[in-house]
């Protein structure tokens, strides 16, 4: 047994917790002091885990770029919320096996009550299919999956058909390129994924991906997905166009929404999503603005039947299968599964549906005054999304000015911010990821900024 209880533990990660504001955002790592402190682990004895975890905090504070400080303005990955840890301590704990219902029927009900919630505001007619996902990718496989199966009846059991078109993923250049991936681990190859040129280098219309279907010889579109929310620029794909062309093809249709789904509890700002309803399947990343731990995503459908067409698969040693229940495993990648709903339902149940309306509205507020204070200030914001997302270039200087800019903001502790490519141009890019960031943070970025600029 170990000397110190749990307890103990989250004593130590509460005032870590507490202090991240006072860590650097960015601190220079060094690699050799790293590798030295891991060198003293021989594994030869034991150690106590009052000094295993402090080391362990003291390094994982240390050897980062703090995606949880609260001016990392970086990837949309945020700091995950009290309540969400516990849960997912507790899920840790107990560790129910959600496999099969009958294995956990209170997690397996925790996971489809969320599924239920999230799938009626998508499709606020019918009771949603799906399953909870390690994150996006995941989410995004499975739709990839189901998209076969429900084209190729025969592909489940004989693999893909040896036709003149080959099966083929459409989206857009600005999406996340998971789907590359996901062609390779599918066997269609990564030139199987067609890039659809985005508008002005952002969202993608329909009408650019029906030009691209028709001039596609050899091609046949199989999953044809809308972005909400890219990576790189925060943009919304047009979700309706696109479903309507995917639909004209017979192709699946998904709507990549692993960050900005996050919206559809505000309704207020659902409407960004509009035509979401129309779509086939739909990722919603739980770990990205709905602040839980990694990784927790959410894949949803409108119905069972192609998850079980290309999941279910029959052994004697597992408990007897109930399809009423939706076993899991039949209809999912994963078998084992860990209870990723649990930190959901923890940060959903004591934030309540409003608490996470304000979080939104916050970040959206914060990147409206970035955006405000870039303005005001001789930078200009290079594009157009209601999305906390906030690309942007000094009134002068080229792309070198703009990687200069970027090096001494981050170097400076200050903040830490990105850049990525807009068209022709190299853009600094800052998102609020952080529930904990606050006008103070933004302001201390608009200084950074400045000071940067006037050095380069
Ligand atoms: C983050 C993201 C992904 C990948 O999800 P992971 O959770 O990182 O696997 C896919 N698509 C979009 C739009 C994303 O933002």
Not at 8 to 31: F, H, K, S, T
Not at 92 to 115: D, F
Not at 269 to 287: E, K, N, Y
Not at 329 to 357: D, E
Request: net charge neutral.
């Amino acid at each position: 047994m170990p000397e110190i209880g749990l307890v103990d533990v989250a004593m130590r990660v509460e005032e870590a917790l507490a202090n991240r504001r006072c860590d650097p955002v960015a601190p220079p790592i060094n690699e050799g002091v790293l590798a030295d402190r891991l060198a003293s682990y021989d594994f030869a004895g034991a150690r106590p885990l009052s000094a295993v975890i402090d080391d362990m905090l003291s390094m994982l504070r240390t050897y980062a770029v703090r995606s949880d400080h609260p001016r990392y303005f970086g990837l949309f990955n945020p700091p995950a919320l009290p309540a969400a840890i516990a849960g997912d301590l507790v899920g840790a704990a107990i560790n129910p096996q959600l496999a099969v219902w009958s294995h956990a029927p209170a997690a397996a009900e925790i996971e489809r009550k969320l599924l239920h919630l999230f799938g009626a505001l998508v499709w606020p007619d019918i009771q949603a299919a799906g399953t909870f996902t390690s994150g996006g990718t995941e989410a995004n496989q499975t739709a990839l999956l189901a998209a076969l199966a429900r084209r190729y009846p025969g592909w489940a059991d004989h693999g893909l058909p040896n036709g003149d078109r080959r099966p083929a993923i459409y989206a857009s250049t600005a999406s996340h390129l998971a789907w590359v991936k996901l062609a390779r681990m599918t066997g269609l190859g990564a030139d199987a994924v067609r890039l659809v040129p985005a508008e002005k280098g952002l969202a993608m219309r329909g009408r650019a991906l029906s030009e691209m279907i028709a001039a596609d010889d050899g091609f046949e579109p199989v999953l044809v997905v809308a972005t909400a929310g890219t990576t790189g620029h925060g943009s919304i794909d047009d979700i309706a166009g696109i479903v309507e062309v995917g639909r004209k093809h017979h192709a699946w249709t998904h709507v990549d929404a692993a960050w900005a789904g996050a919206a559809l509890l505000h309704p207020k700002r659902r409407h960004w999503l509009a035509g979401i309803g129309q779509a086939d399947s739909v990722t919603i990343d739980p770990h990205k603005w709905l602040s839980v731990p990694m990784g927790a995503g959410l894949f949803l459908a409108r119905d069972w039947a192609p998850l079980a067409a290309a999941f279910a698969v029959s052994t004697s040693y597992m408990p007897s299968r109930s399809h009423e229940r939706r076993d899991a495993y039949i209809h999912s990648v994963q078998w084992s599964r860990r209870f990723i709903g649990g930190k959901l339902f923890t940060a959903l149940a004591t934030l309540g549906l409003p608490g996470y309306r304000a979080l939104i509205d916050r970040a959206v507020c914060l990147a409206d005054r970035l955006r405000a204070g870039l303005a005001a200030n001789r930078w200009k914001l290079m594009n157009d999304t209601p999305l906390p997302l906030v690309c942007f270039v000094p009134d002068e200087g080229d792309d070198d000015t703009v990687r200069a800019i970027e090096a001494r903001v981050v170097a400076s502790g200050q903040a830490w911010i990105s850049t990525v490519r807009l068209g022709e141009r190299l853009v600094l890019r800052a998102c609020i990821t952080s529930y904990e960031s606050g006008e103070a943070d933004v302001d201390a970025l608009l200084d950074a900024l400045h000071e940067a600029r006037l050095q380069c």
